[in-house]
């Protein structure tokens, strides 16, 4: 099984300023890699996908890069709405999620 | 645009088999274009892919929870279905159905989810 590994657990920022999250899976995934947004009560919902396309309808301030065994997920300037747990999933291998990050307001 | 919805009991007892129907509307569950998941999430904690299905019958289930899942589809419902026997407290969760586009393979169209608790 592929553990993902996700970095830091909570992110405090404010709106305005940058977020950079890590995820680290335990062996390479090449590029089979993508981040969801899940906010309280609801379903997640896919932001990129195969580690740097957006998907449909998502901002550009989301931004996804890394290949192998690290990926980040930058939000470029974050919005009050971006205020969330954040999840890395994995494709090489079955199918596997990474234990989230949460961004939370400062 | 897809819409899933869950539907089944929210409470189960414990040894007891846990049932969940998934309906699929605004595109054909016989597509080739999608594969069929469930996922769910324990209250406060992160998410667990339990297993998917593609509309030919062909069915990949989680390693760790495989011996007790059961995924299948029902086409003339435009439906599809899990079944995880024998549960525990431990399989209190948000139970989610998902569509996973073959184009990409990752969960693009969510369920609102479904809480299922286990308990006597």
């Known amino acids: 099984e592929i553990v993902l590994t996700q970095s830091p657990a909570t992110l405090s920022l404010s709106p305005g300023e940058r977020a950079t999250l890590s995820c680290r899976a335990s062996?390479?995934?090449?590029?089979?890699l993508a981040w969801y947004q899940q906010k309280p009560g609801q379903a997640p919902r896919l932001l990129i996908y195969?580690?740097?396309n957006r998907a449909t309808g998502i901002p550009a301030r989301f931004s996804g890069s890394g290949s192998g065994t690290d990926f980040t997920l930058t939000i470029s300037s974050l919005e009050p709405e971006d205020f969330a747990v954040y999840y890395c999933?994995?494709?090489?291998?079955?199918?596997?999620f990474g234990p989230g990050t949460k961004v939370d307001i400062k | 645009q897809l819409q899933l919805q869950e539907s089944g009991p929210g409470l189960v007892k414990p040894s007891e088999t846990l049932s969940l129907t998934c309906t699929v509307s605004?595109?054909?569950?016989?597509?080739?274009?999608?594969?069929w998941g469930w996922i769910r999430q324990p209250p406060g904690k992160g998410l667990e892919w339990i297993g998917s299905?593609?509309?030919?019958?062909?069915?990949y289930y989680n390693p760790s929870l495989k011996s007790r899942v059961t995924i299948s589809v029902d086409t003339s419902k435009n439906q599809f279905s899990l079944k995880l026997s024998s549960v525990t407290a431990a399989d209190t969760a948000v139970y989610y159905c998902?569509?996973?586009?073959?184009?990409?393979?990752?969960?693009?169209?969510w369920g609102q989810g479904t809480l299922v608790t286990v308990s006597s």
């Open positions: 998902a569509s996973e586009a073959t184009v990409i393979e990752y969960f693009d169209y």
């Open positions: 605004g595109g054909s569950i016989s597509s080739s274009s999608y594969y």
């Open positions: 299905i593609y509309y030919s019958g062909s069915t």
């Open positions: 062996q390479s995934v090449s590029s089979y």
């Open positions: 195969d580690a740097s």
């Open positions: 999933q994995q494709r090489s291998n079955w199918r596997t």
